[in-house]
């Protein structure tokens, strides 16, 4: 029963960690080649979190959007560290850090899927590590 508790206990604190692409915002139109701000915000931690990495990508999905096993291979756009900050003026906000990233050139308009895959460390008394993977926000690059 106490291995149940702790196991449901650390699913919760997993599931209050989760990465929101909140720049830009689903269906914005981006152009290949150009440079843009990716914003990154995360919900209030319900216990000890300690931060380790993060990758962000973008996969063009062409005419298969809604397929996402279709998909080919994604474009790394940030792989590194990740250190979220507060936002004084709006603390239920969550923590939230901006990236500058370059959208690549994918030869035509396409649908592009960003991706956040999140390795962090969360847990009580004893850290256990992480990884979350989910696509946050589809817009279209022409």
């Known amino acids: 029963m106490k291995l149940f ?21 689903a269906g914005a139109t ?5 440079f843009f701000t990716l914003s990154l915000t995360q919900d209030q931690s319900l ?3 300690q931060q380790v990495a993060i990758t ?9 959007c809604g397929a996402p096993a279709q ?3 994604g474009t790394v756009l940030y792989s590194g560290k990740f250190h979220p900050r507060a936002n ?11 990236f ?8 035509a308009a396409t649908g592009v899927a960003l991706a956040v895959a999140h ?3 969360a847990g009580g008394a004893t850290l256990v590590d992480v990884f979350e993977y989910y696509t946050d926000v589809m817009v279209t690059v022409q």
Do not use: N
């Open 88 to 98: 004084a003026s709006a603390p239920q906000a969550g923590h939230a850090q901006d």
């Open 119 to 121: 390795q962090f460390k």
């Open 5 to 25: 508790a702790a196991i449901l206990s650390l699913a919760a604190c997993t599931l209050a960690q989760r990465l929101h692409i909140a720049q830009p915002s």
């Open 47 to 49: 216990g000890a979190l």
């Open 56 to 64: 962000v990508s973008a996969t063009p999905c062409y005419d298969v």
């Open 71 to 73: 998909w080919g291979p």
């Open 30 to 34: 981006l152009h290949g080649g150009e």
């Open 100 to 107: 500058r990233v370059q959208m690549p050139s994918f030869g």
